[in-house]
């Protein structure tokens, strides 16, 4: 069964750092690329960081650039958003999504954490 599980959820300080992980199986999935997304309670799911699986080239949301970073190993088919600088906003439901190159989609359940102030 195809699936991606989050974790690295939690409780940081404001101006603290976090990573997130996101491992996709099973293991010969083959991956074209994968994103982090968020959605706060009563609002659409938005998108936060992606990556390509092949060249690694990436993106981000503008509100999150110079303080996220996402990295991918390969080998363990294993995505991570490295956050820091967090500020109370940035806590929320993550949602990790894998693009398969056939195209189709495949979504976590998510991970939550909490940035106190």
């Known amino acids: 069964q195809e699936q991606v599980v989050e974790s690295g959820g939690g409780l940081v300080e404001a101006g603290g750092s976090l990573r997130l992980s996101c491992v996709a199986s099973?293991?010969?999935?083959?991956?074209?690329?994968m994103a982090w997304c968020r959605q706060a309670p009563g609002k659409e799911r938005e998108f936060v960081a992606r990556i390509n699986w092949i060249s690694g080239s990436t993106n981000y949301a503008d509100d999150v650039k110079g303080r996220f970073t996402i990295t991918k190993d390969n080998a363990k088919n294993t995505l991570f958003l490295h956050m820091k600088s967090l500020k109370p906003e940035d806590a929320t439901l993550f949602y990790c999504?894998?693009?398969?190159?056939?195209?189709?989609?495949?979504w976590g359940q998510g991970t939550q954490f909490t940035v106190s102030s």
């Open positions: 099973p293991r010969s999935l083959s991956i074209a690329d």
């Open positions: 999504d894998a693009t398969a190159l056939i195209g189709r989609e495949i």
